[in-house]
């Protein structure tokens, strides 16, 4: 099929923002079809989760991390239990604050997403637990509660099967569309992508704080996740805006090589399991973006057999860039999680130095220590950065690539009139240019100011053309999911410096390909983001996440 006649690389085309022209929305907020923020299922038991004061913690008594420690997975492993769930989700997925503005108030969650509309909804499938349901369930998290629903209890044999006697659960992610569309018209399905990629790693992270792994599991087709899950399930969706399935990630409390067996068996096992709750109805009115849908349907994931050359395996080893990390003061992994925000604006003047710049960099790059490691596949996403203030760096227009192939051809395609000058000794990071970048980021970041005012900012490169004739039109998600993932560890990174970041979905398209020189899709830039000294809005009132814990 040539570019032109396939509908990924319509949809791609079609929703780039212009100079002249933006993606296709409704160009107002209607505030009258607002979809809810939380989404619940009515008639399908709950449980409270711990730290909750009325949730069992089972025995279970979180071990305090480091946050540098938290990428070695070197600490002591939690058996799986409510409590540890529990824990999980509450530093995954679970909310970090309320904010108010006069006669506004709005939740914040671990996981950031576009807008702060967060169409991502999560399940958990795993065995009876002291606390949950007698028996082997998948339930929803409700992250207003705190709370897992119950929707389908199964047979204990078949889950037996499916662990094989080893400790592992299962999350599954989904998008609700009309969320991200709701305001953002036919570019909200690459936002839902994104934010689907920062919840992977937001998982991920919260399961190394108990010593656990995580492996995304590329087998598991969309359907056979929307069959486990109950989202293709029409009867307890009645008038309910529909969740397209994403992915399923596997969490291993020991040393589970990280394949799930017995897919089948699960499906059957759910198949003949006991369903309850309706899901709620976000809004009473809803505008149909089409070529959302035609996307969805254009890169539905067939699944496919664990790839040859493991990447898991590649990524075994010790990393040679873990040694390029600045040391600092120890810092307690779960607060650092809990503290992550968004600036929304930067200081324009206060700059980091170059130590702490290059190993927030460094995170960014592969190996069996860092989030990206529960990724199948080899990284596509390479860094352009625009430095602006790094003491000890000259600014200017920097490259860092986060595979040595795919970098290679990379800087092949990048026009003669950049320079490719080395800027470390071992880190992949070369400069194509000095001078003042900062109305230039602003300009291709749609002319916001936090793309200039920070320290740095970049976009992430793609390698767009190549894995999409490698792995067929779902990996479009996919390299969405993988620029979501190296967005969260900035965001903690950017906290562990003390300093600040945000994720920029709204930037020009091509105009950041033309300041490259990149012709066709070899490379395409998929989210631009950004790192600077924060102001604080003071307007604002912080509360904390829920009543039961400590005020800010
Ligand atoms: C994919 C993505 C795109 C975003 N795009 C922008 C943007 O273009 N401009 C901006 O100011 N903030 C942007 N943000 C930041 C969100 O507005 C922010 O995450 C959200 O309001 C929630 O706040 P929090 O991150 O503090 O939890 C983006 C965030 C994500 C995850």
Known sequence: MEQSDS?????????????????SSLGYLDWATQPRPFRSFAGSPAYSLYPAPDAPADGYTPVAVDYDHLFEHVGPRATISAG??????????????????????????????????????????????????????VYHYAADRHALEE????????????????DVLLVALTSIHWRESWKYGERAFRYCQHDLGHAIAAVSLAASLLGWRTQLLPTWSQRAIAALVGVDRDEDFVEAEREEPGCLLLITADRTPPVANGADELLEA?????????????SEDHVQWTFIDEVAAASEDPGR???????????????????????????????????????LAFDGRSPIDAETFFGMLARTLPGST???SCLWWTPRIHLLLFVHRVTGVAPGLYMLGRDPAGFDRLTREIGRQHGREPAHHSLPIICLGRGDCRSLARRLSCDQDIASDGC??????????????EYGPSFYRHLFWESGVVGQILYLEAEAAGVRATGIGCFYDDPVHQVLGLQGHAFQSLYHFTVGFPVEDRRLTTEQGYAWEKRP
């Open 7 to 23: 509908p990924v690389y319509r949809y791609h085309d079609g929703t780039k923002h212009q100079f002249n022209r933006f993606a």
């Open 151 to 166: 929707r389908c209890a199964f047979d204990r044999d078949q889950w037996k099967l499916v662990a094989d006697g080893n």
């Open 305 to 343: 057999s664990w790839p040859d050359s493991s990447w898991v395996q590649n990524a075994s080893g010790p990393t040679s860039w873990s040694r390029n990390l600045p040391s600092r003061a120890s810092m307690g992994a779960r607060s650092l999680i809990l503290q992550r925000r968004s600036a």
């Open 84 to 137: 540890a769930v529990g824990d999980l989700f509450r530093h995954a997925l679970g909310l970090s604050a309320w904010k108010a503005y006069e006669s506004s108030r709005w939740a914040l969650r671990v996981n950031p997403s576009s807008g702060n509309l967060h169409p991502t909804e999560a399940y958990v499938v795993c065995d009876a637990l002291a606390g949950l349901s007698h028996h082997p369930a």
């Open 270 to 282: 759910v198949r003949r399991g006991r369903w309850s709750g309706r899901a709620s109805q976000l």
């Open 370 to 372: 860092s989030p990206s």
């Open 456 to 469: 740095f900012s970049l976009g992430m490169i793609a390698d767009f053309d190549a894995s999409l004739a």
